[in-house]
């Protein structure tokens, strides 16, 4: 790999101090850290039930555990039928589909926006959707709690 120069090192240093300006005046807004956190923390728990009967599908597919478990649209519908759960595919797709265009972009994409680079699209997004995301991650939890 090319080294840098002495200027492009300068460059390079000036973006990241500027992103890092961008990302403090962020974090530093308490209802913007919030609300990206708690939504956050409510798809984290979708993720994490939806993974334990992903594990169980794999392990039976295969035999053995898997080492490291991805969250794939493409496994999701097999994965919860597997385990009879009838959720709405609609719903499936709004949580963990690959739908990346603004306004529907699902809770999967929209997560990755906030953890990876706090995206002000996504920021916008996020408060314009908030109720109608928690409605939806709501929705699909409802589904483990009454087999209670």
């Given at each position: 790999m090319k080294k840098l120069s002495e200027e492009e090192k300068k460059l390079?240093?000036?973006k990241a101090s500027l992103e890092l300006n961008r990302l403090e005046k962020i974090y530093s807004d308490r209802d913007v850290?919030?609300?990206?956190?708690?939504f956050k923390d409510k798809f984290q728990i979708c993720e994490a039930v939806y993974k334990t009967l992903l594990a169980e599908h794999q392990?039976?597919?295969t035999g053995?555990?898997?080492q490291r478990m991805k969250l794939d649209m493409r496994q999701v519908p097999h994965v919860l039928t597997f385990a009879g759960y009838g959720i709405e595919?609609?719903?499936?797709?709004?949580?963990?589909?690959?739908?990346?265009?603004?306004?529907t972009r699902s809770a999967k994409m929209l997560r990755d926006m906030l953890t990876h680079s706090m995206d002000e699209r996504a920021i916008q997004e996020l408060n314009?959707?908030?109720?109608?995301l928690?409605?939806?991650?709501?929705?699909?939890?409802?589904?483990?709690k009454q087999n209670q």
């Open positions: 390079l240093h000036a850290k919030a609300r990206a956190d708690a392990y039976r597919k053995k555990l898997p595919k609609d719903l499936q797709e709004k949580l963990f589909g690959g739908e990346k265009k603004k306004g314009e959707r908030n109720e109608e928690h409605n939806d991650m709501d929705n699909f939890l409802k589904a483990f």
